[in-house]
């Protein structure tokens, strides 16, 4: 994937949350990384988190990476708000070509994992990184695997 669709700055929004662009990131080819997008989660336009989606298909991405990573600040957690964030980008996901997307966590990450299965992700296993990989490096030993398969376009033309 050399490029990414390009969207406007507010990228949708679901009740109070709302997804906000915030960089469009080049391939690091010399890192094995693909493209991708960073956007600020918010809830009543006050910062609760951020989500990236990585486009392109990879062992690494698609074994340890994964193309969907969030973070949600302490103070906002307990609300879904990764799962929304997660559905608010499913339209780009389908302007990107991406069919199905992986998601990986650690495996002590309770909330994480339960957010995988709200978005009806069927959990696939559980592997080990590699000792040369930067997750490795930081001290994460494992990743569950998460595997999404995007929805098509509802008929109404919403997310």
């Known amino acids: 994937m050399t490029g990414l669709a390009a969207p406007d700055g507010l990228i949708g929004r679901d009740g109070e949350v709302s997804l906000v662009l915030s960089g469009m990131h080049p391939a690091d080819e010399a ?5 991708y997008y960073t956007f600020a989660i918010a809830a009543d336009g006050e910062p609760a988190g951020a989500i990236r989606l990585r486009v392109g298909d990879g062992p690494d991405l698609v074994l340890y990476g ?4 969030y973070e949600v600040l302490p103070a ?6 990764a799962e929304r964030a997660c559905r608010l ?3 780009l996901m389908r302007a990107n070509g991406q069919r199905e997307v ?3 966590c650690n495996p002590d990450n309770a909330a994480s994992r339960r957010t995988c299965e709200r978005l009806g992700a069927r959990f696939e296993e559980i592997v080990a990184l ?3 990989s930067d997750m490795y490096q930081r001290g ?3 990743k569950c695997r998460y595997r999404l398969l995007v929805p098509p376009m509802p008929p109404d033309g919403g997310a």
Do not use: A, K
């Open 31 to 35: 890192r094995g990384w693909f493209p």
């Open 66 to 69: 994964g193309h969907v990573g």
């Open 76 to 81: 906002f957690r307990g609300r879904h708000y």
């Open 89 to 91: 980008l499913f339209p």
């Open 102 to 104: 992986w998601i990986t």
């Open 130 to 132: 590699p000792r040369d």
């Open 140 to 142: 994460e030993r494992e």
